[in-house]
């Protein structure tokens, strides 16, 4: 599981201050050692290991926590309160566009799990009663094409292609006056990655994004890439405005550095996760239910 090694680790810390009854500064600062350790070793950015570790301190013992009946309950309450706003707090929805259709472009580097959880996303969304059309505008990789192809057959949901000879622009446009003469409301745009990111992948995806308006850019990155996710989503966010992350392959040996970094970071939430290889093994992202799965 995710953060198995950061819950172990915090809640023996914890287990450590409950046990002491009335606390002290030092006990507190002892503790925080411990906390800023975990993080580390979680792989948390440096500096938002840092920021979290003043804050709790600061609200610990600046109230009248210590003086309190339950000290350490009230600290380990500061630490979730805390541990969630690192990841944005409650949960962040996908924006929905006033009049449909509602228009999502995905972007992501190759590998990340993009094609995959476009498909994975349409599902969900149709379960939650919307009527979504997928998009291939991978058109630099027929695989990809042929790729959400089989994905969209296997849901029973259709996708929208034109081959690999037209522009992502065209295709996309096309797609969306598709989808209203369809009566979808949802349309799911896959774009073209990179192995790594370049120049021309952006610049790509800034015509796009000034040709279809999309109510929403998801990027999809690599949770077991760690810091590098967070880079990758810093360096996308800035070029082009993230309005949200797709953490993909959080059911993998993951230490959760990125979880815990991306929206403190870039200041973009987490709005889904991907946990395994099926198409329904996408779920929203709840930050408050993750600080509370962390602390046990
Ligand atoms: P793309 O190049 O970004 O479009 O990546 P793909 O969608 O082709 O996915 C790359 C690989 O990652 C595929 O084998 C997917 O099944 C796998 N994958 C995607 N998301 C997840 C996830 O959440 N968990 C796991 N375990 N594998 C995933």
Known sequence: MVFEGLAEKLQETFRKLKSKGRLTEA???EAMKEVRR???????????????????????????????????????????????????????????????????????????????TAA?????????????????GDVYRPAAIKQLQVLG????????????RHTPVDIARAAVEHAVKQGRDLVIIDTAGRLEINEEMMAELETLKAAVR?????????????????NIAETFNKRL????????????????????????VTGCPIKFVGVGEKLDALEPFHPDRMADRILG
């Not at 792989?43 to 570790?53: A, C, L, R, T």
């Not at 349409?122 to 059309?133: E, S, W």
């Not at 993230?242 to 550095?257: H, M, N, Q, S």
């Open 27 to 29: 006990d507190v600062d």
């Open 38 to 116: 975990a993080l580390l070793a979680a792989d948390v950015n440096f500096q938002v290991v840092k920021s979290f570790v003043a804050r709790v301190k600061e609200r610990a013992v600046g109230q009248d926590v210590l003086s309190s009946l339950t000290p350490a309950q009230q600290v380990i309450k500061i630490v979730r309160d805390e541990l969630a706003g690192l990841m944005g707090g409650t949960q962040s929805k996908l924006n929905l566009a006033p009049k449909p259709p509602t228009i999502v472009m995905m972007v992501g580097l190759h590998g990340a799990g993009k094609t995959t």
């Open 120 to 136: 994975k996303l349409a599902n969900l969304m149709r379960k939650q009663g919307r009527r979504p059309m997928l998009v291939a």
């Open 153 to 164: 057959e296997q849901l029973g949901i259709p996708v929208f292609s034109m081959g690999d």
């Open 214 to 230: 999309p109510h929403e850019i998801l990027l999809v990155v690599d949770a077991m890439t760690g810091q590098v996710a967070v």
């Open 241 to 264: 405005g993230l309005d949200g992350v797709v953490l993909t392959k959080l059911d993998g040996d993951t230490r959760g550095g990125a979880a815990l970094s991306i929206k403190a």
